[in-house]
T-cell receptor, first 111, second 117 residues
Framework: GENVEQHPSTLSVQEGDSAVIKCTYS??????FPWYKQELGKRPQLIID?????GEKKDQRIAVTLNKTAKHFSLHITETQPEDSAVYFC??????????FGTGTRLKVLA | SAVISQKPSRDICQRGTSLTIQCQVD?????MFWYRQQPGQSLTLIAT?????????ESGFVIDKFPISRPNLTFSTLTVSNMSPEDSSIYLC??????????????FGPGTRLTVT
């Protein structure tokens, strides 16, 4: 069945450095790729998304890139801050509005 | 985005009993979903709650175990039936509205943390 692979599972960076999280999806019909941030004990929060008709989207310190040919998409966080520490989930969706979530990346930003 | 609430926020239940979780949205939404998030794990879709008809369940989830109601466009319930310790998890509802949100965004409720003893 369809799946989304996410790497790395954990990531530690120094404050101010960049962080990159990568996902690969299997379903060719996927055309929507959201990223969620989940802080401990909180609900997942949508932080950025990208549709299949664009290759890159940026919102302040975060950006997402998409390579449809390779079925890869990535989250880039620049100038990381301690409050960026959380678990990040990628997902792939299609016209059915169903998401397949990646396994998550625990990001720790070291002050 | 819509304001989503869930009740209860947490509960501790005895095995063999059932718990009904409520999800309330402050505006009408087209799509409502129920997810399970086991400790330290990702989110797994249980079912899509359909207004006025039976929910659409994902592989591995059945109506007898997870009956779902959706009487209108702002409310849904998920029941976890005949619970066992393996049902201990966080249950989250999410909503999406193609017409308002552009087609695909989903927003999550705060979750219900269930512990089965």
């Amino acid at each position: 069945g369809e799946n989304v692979e996410q790497h790395p599972s954990t990531l530690s960076v120094q404050e101010g450095d960049s962080a990159v999280i990568k996902c690969t999806y299997s379903d060719s019909a996927s055309n929507y790729f959201p990223w969620y941030k989940q802080e401990l004990g909180k609900r997942p929060q949508l932080i950025i998304d990208i549709r299949s008709n664009v290759g890159e989207k940026k919102d302040q310190r975060i950006a997402v890139t998409l390579n449809k040919t390779a079925k890869h998409f990535s989250l880039h966080i620049t100038e990381t801050q301690p409050e960026d520490s959380a678990v990040y989930f990628c997902a792939a969706g299609s016209g059915t509005y169903k998401y397949i979530f990646g396994t998550g990346t625990r990001l720790k930003v070291l002050a | 985005s819509a304001v989503i609430s869930q009740k209860p926020s947490r509960d501790i239940c005895q095995r063999g009993t059932s718990l009904t979780i409520q999800c309330q949205v402050d505006s009408q939404v087209t799509m409502m979903f129920w997810y399970r998030q086991q400790p330290g794990q990702s989110l797994t879709l249980i079912a899509t709650a359909n207004q006025g008809s039976e929910a659409t369940y994902e592989s591995g989830f059945v109506i007898d175990k997870f009956p779902i109601s959706r009487p209108n466009l702002t409310f849904s319930t998920l029941t976890v039936s005949n619970m066992s310790p393996e049902d201990s998890s966080i249950y989250l509802c999410s909503v999406g509205d193609p017409g308002r949100a552009g087609g695909y965004e989903q927003y999550f409720g705060p979750g219900t943390r269930l512990t089965v003893t």
